[in-house]
Structures are given as structure tokens and as C-alpha cells.
């Protein structure tokens, strides 16, 4: 059974900048990544989890939320079971514990950040942001 595995994670600076990846270990439910829309989603201490960025497949069309647009970029290799999240002018506020998610798709041109429609998730990785 495929695992997603998100790493990068760590404690940063505000102002500074990190990169997540996921990684996916093998299939998921029989097909491979480029089958799937990937989200990232965080959990800050005592707050729900949100969904702050998605990326279609082949990487045809991106989302993020305003909370982090301008500062964030997902982006894709498939040929290497492949997500990341580039982020940009950390602020405490994006402290969290940072997840992938994986949704079966049919289509290439959207994807959602809705939690409800994801297979598959990874266990995440924290990231502190703080002087």
C-alpha cells in the first residue's frame, strides 16, 4: 500500500523560506501519482486543519489559499512520485503541522482543496516559525 511521506519540515526564522515535499512510496489503490490532484493542507495548535494549496494533474492548474498566495508555489514531478510546496516569507501565523493528500481525479484541469475528496494522506511534517 503506497504511502505519501511529507518531509522539509523544521524550525525557521520569520522572513525566511523552506520547502515541503511529498513523496509517494508506491501506488495509490492501484494507480500512480499522475492519477491524482495533490493538496497540501496544515493544523496549527488548537485550529482546524485547512487546505492552503492543490496542484491538477500534469500540474495544469494550481490553487492556494489567500492566506498564503504570493508566498507559496506547489509544483510537480511525477517521474519522481513527486509534490512540493515552496514557501516564502514565513510568519509565525503559518506555524503548523503541514499534510499531502492525494485525490483520484479524471480530469487535469482542476483540482480542490476540500478535504472530503482526498485518498490518501501523509502524516505530515511540523513547521515552526518563530525568532
Known amino acids: 500500500q503506497s504511502q505519501l511521506v511529507e518531509s522539509g519540515g523544521g524550525l525557521v526564522q520569520p522572513g525566511e523560506s523552506l520547502t515541503l515535499s511529498c513523496e509517494a512510496s508506491?501506488?495509490?489503490?492501484?494507480?500512480?501519482?499522475?492519477?491524482?490532484?495533490i493538496g497540501w493542507f496544515r493544523q496549527a495548535p488548537e485550529k482546524e486543519r485547512e487546505g492552503i494549496s492543490c496542484?491538477?494533474?500534469?500540474?495544469?492548474?494550481?490553487d492556494y489559499a489567500d492566506s498564503v498566495k504570493g508566498r507559496f508555489t506547489i509544483s510537480r514531478d511525477d517521474s519522481k512520485n513527486l509534490v512540493t510546496l515552496h514557501m516564502s516569507s514565513l510568519q509565525p501565523e503559518d506555524t503548523a503541522v503541514y499534510y499531502c493528500?492525494?485525490?483520484?481525479?479524471?480530469?487535469?484541469?482542476?483540482?480542490?482543496?476540500?478535504?472530503?475528496?482526498?485518498?490518501?494522506w501523509g502524516k505530515g511534517t511540523p513547521v515552526t516559525v518563530s525568532s
Open positions: 508506491g501506488d495509490i489503490s492501484g494507480f500512480t501519482l499522475d492519477y491524482f490532484n
Open positions: 493528500a492525494a485525490e483520484f481525479s479524471f480530469t487535469t484541469t482542476t483540482c480542490s482543496r476540500e478535504q472530503g475528496g482526498m485518498n490518501s
Open positions: 496542484i491538477s494533474r500534469l500540474g495544469e492548474y494550481t
